[in-house]
Every structure is written in C-alpha cells, then in structure tokens.
C-alpha cells in the first residue's frame, strides 16, 4: 500500500472510530508501530487527526461545510475519479435512460461516454454539452444555475426530475458515513439529488476514497440507497456489500 492511500486508510479508521491507539492501528493495517506512530505524527502536523497519548483521535464535531469550486475539484484526485468513472461505464448499456448527476467525478463520466443514442438527463452544465456533442439525447433539467459547481438547482429542477422513471443513476457525493448516508454542503443540490435518486430503479455513487468516513452538511440518501464505485475501499466498509471496488 503506497504510503498516501494508507494516510486516507488511517483517517478513515480514525473517524469511524472516533480514537485509535497506535498498536491497534499498526495491528489492522499490518504495519509495524513506529511505522504507524510516524504516520499519526504526520496526520497530526497536518491537522487531520488529533494526536493523544498512545494514538490518535478524530474531532466529534467535524462535518465537512466547505464547498470548493468545480474548477478547484477538478484537480482534486483526478486519477481516481477517472478509474472511478471508467468502471461506472461498464455499468450502462445502450437500452439505458440515466440520470448523471452534476459533479466533478459524474463529469469523467461524460468525458469517457463512448456510446450514442443513450438517453441521458443530466444537471450538470457541461455535462450535457459533452454527452449532447457524441450524439446523445440529452436533457438538461432547468432550474436555476449554481455557477460555483455548473449545476441546475431548485424547485423547477426537483418538479421536473419527479415526472422521470430512470434505469440508473450516477451521483457524485462529498461524504459517505453508514450513519449518515451521503451528504453534500448545499441544501439545494441536495433535494435535487435527493429527487432524481427516487425516481433511479438502480442508484450508484460514483466516488474517490477520500469520500469515506467524511459528513458533509446535508444528507440526500441513506447508505443503502445507492451502490458505491470507488477505487479503494476502507477496511470497515469491506462488510458492506453495496461497494463495486475497480
């Protein structure tokens, strides 16, 4: 395991658990301790756990309200969001009518679409531009533009989404907790969400690790309500049997 992918594996053991000492942490990822011990060190100058005598703990009170720009997410572990949205393809067949939620990951989706004639809905902007340009039928929902994420949001949005029956759907997240269930910064993208996934027959999460263990302000689904797609699953999720792993 390369030694970024054990830091996300550290901090999501951490904030599942809430506090870890060094022994147990070395024990479940097989690592020695002074291995782990140098890791916490590190996590801790970092601020992204709370070192304590003998280990390390997370903040109870850390929920995730930042919003970054779609431009500044783009960036933000591009390589696997591609793989992640590589895998989701594999998941869609010409007969499909989906639903591709805005999002920098869902955008991967769009810019590795190599089928024609799907029918496609999406309220990502630049989404239907991309899917509409390899032949598709796209429909952008209207609404009101949220320009810090290219998205369509609000109520013409959610009333629109309701007349739909899709076959699949593909939805970014910013957080992902067994208890709270995915969850985003913005109440608004979070109904838009929230709508389109209950008219989805099949619901995926299309995601990067980093996602696991984080809660963001708003919650638009249960943990069970969607399969997730990702490129690493953390060690405490392996008993779920909702994660596709590429």
Do not use: W
């Amino acid at each position: 395991m390369l030694t970024k992918q054990r830091h996300e594996e550290m901090i999501n053991i951490i904030r599942e658990r809430g506090s870890i000492t060094t022994n147990e942490m070395a024990k479940i990822l097989g690592i020695s301790e002074s291995t782990a011990r140098r890791d916490i060190n590190f996590l801790a100058d970092t601020s992204k756990v709370i070192k304590v005598y003998g280990g390390a703990m997370f903040d109870p009170q850390d929920v995730d309200t930042k919003e970054d720009s779609f431009e500044q997410k783009m960036d933000i572990n591009a390589t696997e969001k591609g793989k992640a949205a590589e895998k989701a393809l594999e998941l869609i067949t010409p007969d499909d009518f989906i639903y591709i939620d805005a999002g920098t990951t869902t955008k991967y989706i769009a810019d590795n679409f190599d089928m024609s004639g799907v029918r496609i809905v999406t309220n990502g902007i630049e989404h239907a531009r991309i899917l509409a340009s390899k032949g598709n039928e796209v429909v952008l929902v209207g609404g009101n533009v949220k320009i810090s994420t290219d998205a369509i949001v609000g109520t013409l949005a959610v009333n629109t989404l309701d007349k739909y029956h899709f076959t699949k759907g593909f939805f970014g997240t910013n957080g992902i907790s067994p208890k709270a269930g995915y969850t985003t910064p913005d109440i608004n993208e979070a109904l838009v969400k929230k709508a389109a996934m209950q008219k989805c027959s099949k619901s995926f999460i299309v995601c990067d690790s980093s996602k696991f263990n984080t809660i963001s302000a708003v919650t638009f689904a249960s943990f069970r309500e969607a399969t997730i797609v990702t490129n690493l699953c953390p060690a405490e999720f392996s008993k779920y049997k909702n994660i596709i792993v590429y």
